[in-house]
Nanobody, 125 residues
Framework: QVQLVESGGGSVQAGGSLRLSCVASGGTFTAYALGWFRQAPGNEREFVAGVNWSGGSTRYADSAKGRFTISRDNGKNTVYLQMNSLKPEDTARYYC??????????????????WGQGTQVTVSS
């Protein structure tokens, strides 16, 4: 089971940018599709972005399209989420997740078996 540790969260004003990182250990990194989810207080955990094992395919939630970019560096066992043009409604705890897949991008949270502890993102207006 791979272990995941996120970093890069913080507080930013609307319109600003943040880059989240997630480092994996304890598994074969390229065996996993990776994803970013977020959860705001009182809300369910929702899919934000996903990337397949090679980094060649990505998927985004409608709320993230055009503003967020997911990428991975298999040499560093790291997945990133670049977030631009941040809005107050992006405020949430962001989680990195990994699920076994050598083909598809995963988007359903039930397909992910490993989760990080999360990193808080707060966007003020």
């Amino acid at each position: 089971q791979v272990q995941l540790v996120e970093s890069g969260g913080g507080s930013v004003q609307a319109g600003g940018s943040l880059r989240l990182s997630c480092v994996a250990s304890g598994g074969t990194f390229t065996a996993y599709a990776l994803g970013w989810f977020r959860q705001a207080p009182g809300n369910e955990r929702e899919f934000v972005a996903g990337v397949n094992w090679s980094g060649g395919s990505t998927r985004y939630a409608d709320s993230a399209k055009g503003r967020f970019t997911i990428s991975r560096d298999n040499g560093k066992n790291t997945v990133y989420l670049q977030m631009n043009s941040l809005k107050p409604e992006d405020t949430a705890r962001y989680y990195c997740a990994a699920g076994f897949s050598r083909v598809a991008v995963l988007t359903n949270r039930n397909d992910f078996r490993s989760w990080g502890q999360g990193t808080q993102v707060t966007v003020s207006s």
